[in-house]
């Protein structure tokens, strides 16, 4: 009886010690990490395992997911740490600035190293390619930059001059829709207004697409997605990449809310359908000599097809 009883105790010890052990480095490590970056200021985390995962998946329940919470948490974020601040992803620190002047230099300096992991959440969304490994998405500067130089000559200011009556078209738009909240009795809707102005300068300017309009569900092959206009699939492929950054652990996500994540993977193939059928067809104009608008998109073909002759 002694004896069992002793041997039971040691396979709870040991059954202990193997639990508590990875527990315990793990703990060591993840405050070796906070404490490295003791020196940048921080806000509170939820949860000491999590980091501020725990943070943003509270904030999404207060929502009640009607928005995400990255847009709502990090300017309260700056206003408590200031401009710059480290939140962590389980063990992975990201220092995140809000300094204007801080974001054009890690973005146009390139002797400023890019990370791998920041730009990796924007290669793919749950599955489905988003960026890839496109002009936003490289790290390496010798590798982006000839890349970049194909889009130099529709950047110049003898370019963009050309293309001012679409912007002034975009700017009238964006003004007619916030007309009816000029009284002051109404709060007006800021953040979708600015994202269907911006959306529509850059499909008007760059592609001489319309933004509103309707596409056929079926040739885009969508499922979970009844709202077919450009616009709300690019405002679904954008909560999509920052569920990506607040659940960084994708499979797991995927099995959880397979219907939310087919969303974004639909949302994201959609736009790329569009997009992929837009150039081929200007692509065909171009070579065949047809008349073709007048937009970035067209500039940058011609200039390689003059590059190329």
């Not at 370019?159 to 007309?179: I, Q, Y």
């Not at 997009?275 to 171009?286: L, S």
Request: glycine share 4%.
């Amino acid at each position: 009886m002694l004896n069992s009883i002793l041997w039971w105790a040691l396979y709870l010890a040991g059954g202990l010690f193997l639990v508590a052990t990875p527990l315990l480095l793990a703990s060591l490590y993840l405050v070796h990490i906070h404490r490295k970056f003791s020196h940048i200021p921080s806000p509170k985390m939820d949860s000491f395992f999590l980091g501020h995962i725990a943070n943003f998946l509270a904030m999404r329940r207060e929502m009640k997911n009607e928005d995400e919470p990255m847009a709502t948490i990090i300017p309260k974020w700056t206003a408590e740490c200031g401009n710059l601040f480290v939140i962590f992803y389980i063990y992975h620190p990201v220092v995140v600035s809000t300094n204007p002047e801080d974001v054009k230099k890690v973005a146009f300096d390139e002797s400023v190293a890019k990370s791998h992991n920041t730009v990796e959440v924007m290669n793919n969304i749950f599955g489905q390619r988003y960026m890839g490994r496109g002009l936003f998405t490289i790290p390496d500067y010798e590798t982006w930059k000839p890349q970049r130089k194909l889009y130099d000559p529709s950047f110049k200011r003898s370019s963009l001059k050309d293309l001012l009556p679409k912007f002034n078209k975009c700017a009238d738009t964006f003004l007619e829709k916030l007309r009816p909240y000029a009284g002051g009795k109404r709060e007006a809707p800021m953040k979708e207004a600015f994202h269907e102005a911006a959306l529509d300068v850059i499909s008007k300017v760059a592609f001489s697409l319309d933004f509103d309009k309707e596409w056929s569900s079926r040739r885009l092959g969508l499922k979970y997605i009844a709202d077919t206009k450009l616009s709300h699939l690019t405002l679904i492929s954008f909560k999509g990449v920052m569920r990506s950054f607040t659940f960084p652990i994708k499979r797991l996500f995927t099995l959880i809310h397979p219907q939310e994540a087919g969303m974004y993977r639909e949302a994201i193939l959609a736009m790329r359908r569009i997009g992929q059928d837009c150039i081929e067809k200007r692509i065909k104009a171009v070579t065949s000599g047809e008349e073709v608008p007048n937009d970035i998109l067209t500039q940058m073909l011609q200039s390689s097809v003059g590059d190329k002759s």
